[in-house]
């Protein structure tokens, strides 16, 4: 994800670009719905286990109840943990069947 914010900083000068990892102040993720809120759109970079995370289904739930576009990306290389479409949607199904 820091290459695609790299790219997209690159591409649209002046495009603020929030990554949780690069610009949680100190770790709060108490605030993770109001970054979601102030954003345009949601990239949601999918890999194994992602919708298992606490986190990532709070953001997922702010983007939608604030009608925020979900763009998902999914990286089929398994260095970076990373799957077909087919096995996303498995993990998506199987997380939605979980609760």
């Given amino acids: 994800m820091r ?4 790219r997209l900083s690159t591409l649209l000068p002046g495009i ?3 990554l949780d990892v690069d ?3 100190d ?3 108490g605030d993770l719905e109001e970054y979601v809120n102030s954003s345009q759109f949601f990239l949601a970079f999918i890999s194994a286990g992602y919708f ?3 986190n990532v289904c709070r953001e997922l739930r ?3 109840h604030k009608k925020k576009p979900v ?6 290389h398994s260095s970076h943990s ?3 479409f087919t096995e996303a949607e498995g993990e998506l199904i199987s997380s939605k069947e979980a609760r």
């Fill in 52 to 54: 298992r995370s606490y």
């Fill in 71 to 76: 763009i998902p990306v999914i990286d089929h």
């Fill in 3 to 6: 290459v695609i914010k790299l």
């Fill in 27 to 29: 770790g709060n993720m």
């Fill in 82 to 84: 990373g799957l077909t």
């Fill in 23 to 25: 610009d949680l102040r």
């Fill in 16 to 18: 603020r670009v929030f």
């Fill in 62 to 64: 702010a983007s939608h």
